[in-house]
């Protein structure tokens, strides 16, 4: 089992910042991606960014490149997102993810953080 604590979620004007923390505990060995989604009423989860837990490479949905930055401190079992010239279509509640080793989906969610762009 893992354990996923999303931090860092708020309230910022657009073309502003904000920093996702999560925080994982558990069977972290047998993780191979941590991801960020997000997700707005009504509306399916999406995908946002992920990052291969043993070589560090990132992977971005067209919409936040050059806007958005995973990274992760393995010595913490914590992932980031940096988010920079945040959008109000960046609204959503973000939500971290592990993909388990061998696993074809992502097996362990957090319970999300709220960011809230304003224009």
């Known amino acids: 089992q893992v354990q996923l604590a999303e931090s860092g979620g708020g309230l910022v004007q657009a073309g502003g910042s904000l920093r996702l923390s999560c925080a994982a505990s558990?069977?972290?060995?047998?993780?191979?991606?941590m991801a960020w989604f997000h997700q707005v009423p009504g509306k399916e989860r999406e995908f946002v960014a992920r990052?291969?837990?043993?070589?560090?490479?990132?992977y971005y949905t067209d919409s936040v490149k050059g806007r958005f930055t995973i990274s992760r401190d393995n010595a913490k079992n914590t992932v980031y997102l940096q988010m920079n010239s945040l959008k109000p279509e960046d609204t959503a509640v973000y939500y971290c993810?592990?993909?388990?080793?061998?696993?074809?989906?992502?097996?362990?969610w957090g319970q999300g953080t709220q960011v809230t762009v304003s224009s």
């Open positions: 558990g069977r972290i060995s047998s993780t191979r991606y």
């Open positions: 990052i291969n837990w043993s070589d560090g490479s990132p």
């Open positions: 993810a592990v993909r388990s080793s061998g696993r074809l989906y992502y097996d362990y």
